[in-house]
């Protein structure tokens, strides 16, 4: 089965990255009940490969949809299940994703093709993501998601070992093996 992991920012120093590698070697290397390694085929995609204008109506009249928005949908319906750590900027999406979300929706509102969903955030305070977490979950039938489980992990910096690469928190660590266990079901059909 093909599963397409990204974070939903153009950081290069994305926290959000990181937990999207977390949780990838999680289900690569054996550690999530259900998931066969072997038949799991892992793309990632980096939103600094799909930019564009910002979206208007204007700009798609006077030259069409780029091909960078037909590249991220292609890419995504590609997959038979997603992956997505979303960064939080000011209690919504990350301005990069949002644009290449829009675009992709003028191809077609169900930009995620109804692909089956695990949903990360981290941010750097409390609230780990949740608005953003929140939006994108309560939007995800409309644009074609069928979202499998959510999970925000607050304060990165107390609760990610960085050296490590993994959630230092045994309780987060905990609900995040959980979240990724609701793949299984889709992977492995």
Do not use: C
């Amino acid at each position: 089965m093909k599963l397409l992991a990204f974070a939903a920012s153009n950081s290069s120093q994305s926290i959000n990255r990181q937990l999207v590698d977390y949780a990838l070697g999680l289900l690569q290397g054996g550690e999530i009940d259900g998931v066969d390694p072997d038949a799991l085929e892992v793309s990632t995609l980096d939103l600094n490969e799909f930019e564009m204008p910002i979206y208007s109506l204007d700009r798609q009249e006077a030259g069409g949809i780029p091909q960078a928005a037909h590249d991220f949908y292609d890419t995504i319906g590609a997959a038979d299940a997603l992956l997505i750590s979303f960064a939080e900027h000011n209690g919504s999406y990350t301005v990069a994703f949002k644009n290449v979300f829009d675009w992709a929706s003028r191809i077609d509102m169900r930009v995620y093709h109804d692909k089956p969903i695990v949903m990360l955030s981290t941010s750097p305070g409390g609230g780990g993501g949740g608005f953003v977490l929140r939006t994108a979950g309560h939007l995800a039938g409309y644009f074609g998601n069928e979202v499998l489980a959510s999970l925000a992990i607050p304060r990165f910096g107390e609760n990610f070992d960085t050296e490590a690469g993994a959630v230092s928190d045994a309780e987060l660590d905990a609900e995040l093996r959980a979240a990724l266990a609701k793949l299984a079901t889709v992977l492995q059909s």
